[in-house]
């Protein structure tokens, strides 16, 4: 589980890709000098295992799968990504409860930046339009972020100068893809009360 607290931004040092699966290769200086062989890091908010770590330099393989549905199927080398390790059960929920399994790619439509703070609007996938709410919790690319305007498939998230600065944000021009994550909880409900009625 992951709160979409990002820890630390890395930097893609290599993808191979061999059709079926591929890899990638991520520097994080000074975070997870302590990684252990099959550890669940969310890059970008993708859960993915950690199967080899040298140095500050670690390696993921990514699923054709994962590649099909998130927006690693674009990563290159060069780019910074968002980097969470797993909670710990005795941590801080800090954000909101995510599982680091992406449930669409949200498009950045506008940036409008004020002196405090930078409203960024997303056009979400019409099937995740019902579980986004105004106040509500939402993940873009691994960050948990609160909902503060929606219309129709639109929802704009505000974001602090902190958070610009030390996510992929403070970079992303219009037109980027973002890995979304609604509440899980959310969809759990639905499920049961659908098989209710």
């Known amino acids: 589980m992951f709160t979409g607290i990002v820890e630390s931004v890395g930097t893609v040092m290599a993808v191979t890709d061999n059709g079926a699966q591929s890899q990638i290769a991520i520097s ?3 975070f997870g000098d302590d990684f252990v062989h099959g550890e669940s890091i969310a890059v970008d ?3 993915l295992t950690v199967a080899k770590h040298s140095g500050d330099t670690w390696i993921a393989d990514v699923m054709r799968v994962t ?10 080398i060069g780019q910074r990504v968002n980097l969470e390790r797993a909670m710990r059960p005795d941590g801080r929920l800090g954000g909101h409860m995510m599982q680091g399994h992406v449930d669409g790619i949200a498009e950045l439509v506008s940036r409008d930046s004020q002196p ?3 409203d960024l609007t997303f056009r979400v996938p019409a099937e995740l339009e019902r579980y986004v709410v105004v106040k509500g919790s939402i993940a ?6 609160t909902v503060a ?3 129709g498939d639109l929802a704009t998230v505000s974001l602090i100068p902190t958070t610009l600065a030390e996510t992929g944000f403070g970079e992303m021009a219009v037109g980027a893809k973002a890995n ?3 509440d899980v909880i959310g969809k759990y409900v639905e499920k049961m009360l659908a098989a209710r009625s």
């Open 67 to 76: 590649r099909e549905t998130t927006t690693l199927a674009d990563v290159a």
């Open 28 to 30: 994080s200086p000074g």
């Open 45 to 47: 908010g993708v859960c």
């Open 140 to 145: 873009l690319n691994g960050v948990s972020l």
């Open 180 to 182: 979304v994550e609604v």
């Open 149 to 151: 305007a929606l219309e």
């Open 116 to 118: 405090d703070w930078t």
